[in-house]
């Protein structure tokens, strides 16, 4: 069965610096996102991104955020200076049609 | 506000026994409602969805719901819990098209 992967599972990083996490999608969806969940709270919608540009985004999804699909497989998200209260899991998913997501296994982020 | 709900955070029960995880959802109209499994270290994993049609609805690993529109509920059910049952449990709405808004998570834990 297709799923979504991502990598890398884990990431630590220093604070300030730039942080790419990487998801191949399911090869035939077309609409694609970005959740994360800080430890112990809710799962929190980022970003969705359909035909190269974002359709929506949250109050979250700041200047430092961004998104891309370089190629036909990956869908990065990009933090460009992290900030300690970015440590979160960070879940990418997939559709065809909007309206079922499939999510990948998380990229566990810790800033430090 | 709309809202997602779980007023259970954690529920243990035992082995063999039946399970009932509450999820009310405070919306205009009838969302798209999810459930979807989290266990340890994992991804999240779609159990079942709800968009329209027969309000019970049948899922994987043996779980069912059943949407009840004059309580704004969608609560998720197990005959028969299984050990490996064990893991957080999150209920899901999307509106219409886009972001899945979550609920805080139910934590099962299943007695010997």
């Known amino acids: 069965e297709p799923e979504v992967t991502q990598t890398p599972s884990h990431q630590v990083t220093q604070m300030g610096q730039e942080v790419i996490l990487r998801c191949v999608p399911i090869?035939?969806?077309?609409?694609f996102y970005w959740y994360r969940q800080i430890l112990g709270q809710k799962v929190e919608f980022l970003v969705s991104?359909?035909?190269?540009?974002?359709?929506?985004k949250s109050e979250i999804f700041d200047d430092q955020f961004s998104v891309e699909r370089p190629d036909g497989s990956n869908f990065t998200l990009k933090i460009r200076s992290t900030k300690l209260e970015d440590s979160a899991m960070y879940f990418c998913?997939?559709?065809?049609?909007?309206?079922?997501?499939?999510f990948g296994p998380g990229t566990r982020l810790l800033v430090l | 506000a709309q809202s997602v709900t779980q007023p259970d955070i954690h529920i243990t029960v035992s082995e063999g026994a039946s399970l009932e995880l509450r999820c009310n959802y405070s919306?205009?109209?009838?969302?798209?409602l999810f459930w979807y499994v989290q266990s340890p270290g994992q991804g999240l994993q779609l159990l079942l969805k709800?968009?329209?049609?027969?309000?019970l609805v049948q899922g994987i690993k043996g779980f069912e719901a059943e949407f009840k529109r004059s309580q704004s509920s969608f609560n998720l059910r197990k005959p028969s819990v299984h050990w490996s049952d064990a893991a957080e449990y999150f209920c899901?709405?999307?509106?219409?098209?886009?972001?899945?808004?979550f609920g805080g998570g139910t934590r099962l834990m299943v007695k010997p």
């Open positions: 709800y968009f329209s049609g027969d309000t």
């Open positions: 899901a709405v999307v509106p219409r098209g886009n972001m899945l808004t």
């Open positions: 998913a997939s559709s065809d049609n909007q309206e079922t997501q499939y």
């Open positions: 090869s035939n969806h077309l609409y």
């Open positions: 919306y205009g109209a009838t969302p798209y």
């Open positions: 991104f359909y035909n190269n540009e974002i359709s929506e």
